[in-house]
T-cell receptor, first 116, second 114 residues
Framework: AQTVTQSQPEMSVQEAETVTLSCTYD???????LFWYKQPPSRQMILVIR??????QNATENRFSVNFQKAAKSFSLKISDSQLGDAAMYFC?????????????FGKGTHLIIQP | NAGVTQTPKFQVLKTGQSMTLQCAQD?????MYWYRQDPGMGLRLIYY???????DKGEVPNGYNVSRLNKREFSLRLESAAPSQTSVYFC?????????????FGPGTRLLVL
């Protein structure tokens, strides 16, 4: 079974600074998908960014970017110019090829605090 | 755009009572999912449906049943609620075709079983 590990239960960053959230995963597959989801206090799960394992180029969405290290099975999220609205739980998730009954495998999350 | 909707938003049950959580999506997605989220944990898959009329068990299916009524709707039923089923329940959907695997989530249903 796949596992996803987020080793930082909580992170704190000053507004406008950069923060990196860590994620490692375990899989024997070569083709898969990785995601970062944001969960604000409203509990809505919001997709932040997605990475296909076959792509070497790291995904970027505005202030959010990832550092995907396939050999190391590492998938970190970098948030630049942090804003108060970025405060939330962040979940790293893995999806096996074909998706299906395996669903998404989630890490336990990192609570991100933005200091004004 | 409604996306994925869930009803109710919050429910309190007594042990042994039954209820059905409703989920609907308007994105013409093929695949739908039910997850539960417990404190300090990520989401865990309860059931999955690849298409109308098909369902598969996920990681934590015990105590639950599901129905894929049509392409839009996927319901989760608790026949005899237990305190261990106190959780937040999320429904999700995805196009489920090849690379279109991104899952989009509903707002969640918070369930308290006393």
């Amino acid at each position: 079974a796949q596992t996803v590990t987020q080793s930082q239960p909580e992170m704190s960053v000053q507004e406008a600074e950069t923060v990196t959230l860590s994620c490692t995963y375990d899989t024997s597959e070569s083709d898969y998908y990785l995601f970062w989801y944001k969960q604000p206090p409203s509990r809505q799960m919001i997709l932040v960014i997605r990475q296909e394992a076959y792509k070497q180029q790291n995904a970027t969405e505005n202030r959010f970017s990832v550092n995907f290290q396939k050999a190391a099975k590492s998938f970190s999220l970098k948030i630049s110019d942090s804003q108060l609205g970025d405060a939330a739980m962040y979940f790293c998730a893995y999806l096996a090829p074909g998706g299906g009954a395996d669903g998404l495998t989630f890490g336990k999350g990192t609570h991100l605090i933005i200091q004004p | 755009n409604a996306g994925v909707t869930q009803t109710p938003k919050f429910q309190v049950l007594k042990t042994g009572q039954s209820m059905t959580l409703q989920c609907a999506q308007d994105m013409n997605h093929n695949s739908m999912y039910w997850y539960r989220q417990d404190p300090g944990m990520g989401l865990r898959l309860i059931y999955y449906s690849a298409s109308e009329g098909t369902t598969d068990k996920g990681e934590v299916p015990n105590g639950y049943n599901v129905s894929r009524l049509n392409k839009r709707e996927f319901s989760l039923r608790l026949e005899s609620a237990a305190p261990s089923q106190t959780s937040v329940y999320f429904c999700a959907s995805s196009a489920g075709a090849g690379r279109q695997e991104t899952q989009y989530f509903g707002p969640g249903t918070r369930l308290l079983v006393l």
